[in-house]
């Protein structure tokens, strides 16, 4: 049985940024809506606020580095498989969290959780400069991506607490994990190679 073969890209605007939206805001979604669980995971983890500081610390370096290697990667394999890859990594990871009890653990599959994070976003934002580079609708995109996400910072926090306070504090993971399976899903039955 052979693979289908995967058409170029033919999305319209909305259709596209409904495809990669959801990948820019679950990156920013997962430091956020955990804001609110902060005070209480010291406790729940049996650690130091100092550790669980580091999470936060940790997420966003490995975000911003993980960039960096992404980058000439999905040059190399294509933005496809980077980015379903970091999503399943992000999503495992996600779920794993939320059954973690282990502090060490539960830094360790942070840390996936950014490097999936990381792979997802590389892939989107290269997506978009191989489709719209040279098109008028590449500034549009990318002011679109951005102001999506500049609502996760506000939102997610409210989010995040409305959950924990609702069904606790592994909720929000397992959240963050159904999303991005979601998400998964959509990118693997309809993205394209650019």
């Not at 498989?81 to 502090?103: I, M, N, R, T, W």
């Not at 102001?147 to 959950?163: E, N, R, T, W």
């Not at 998964?184 to 309809?190: E, H």
């Amino acid at each position: 049985m052979s693979c289908p073969k995967i058409q170029p890209w033919t999305y319209s605007l909305p259709a596209a940024l409904l495809l990669m939206a959801p990948f820019d805001i679950l990156a920013s979604l997962a430091m956020d809506i955990y804001l609110p669980i902060v005070p209480v995971m010291p406790g729940a983890l049996g650690t130091s606020p100092a550790v669980i500081q580091l999470t936060l610390s940790l997420y966003m370096l490995v975000l911003g580095v993980g960039q960096m290697v992404f980058g000439p990667i999905s040059d190399i394999v294509g933005r496809r498989p980077v980015l379903l890859g970091g999503a399943a990594l992000f999503a495992a990871s996600s779920f794993l969290l939320a059954g973690s009890s282990s502090a060490p653990i539960f830094v360790v599959l942070r840390l996936l959780q950014a490097v999936g994070a990381s792979a997802t976003l590389v892939a989107t934002f290269a997506t978009v400069r191989d489709v719209y580079a040279g098109r008028p609708e590449s500034s549009t995109i990318y002011s679109l991506l951005g102001s999506i996400l500049s609502f996760v910072p506000a939102l997610g926090p409210i989010i995040g607490a409305l959950i924990a306070d609702r069904f606790g504090w592994r909720a929000i993971f397992l959240v963050i994990g159904l999303l991005s399976v979601a998400a998964l899903f959509n990118a693997g039955m309809r993205w394209q190679k650019p």
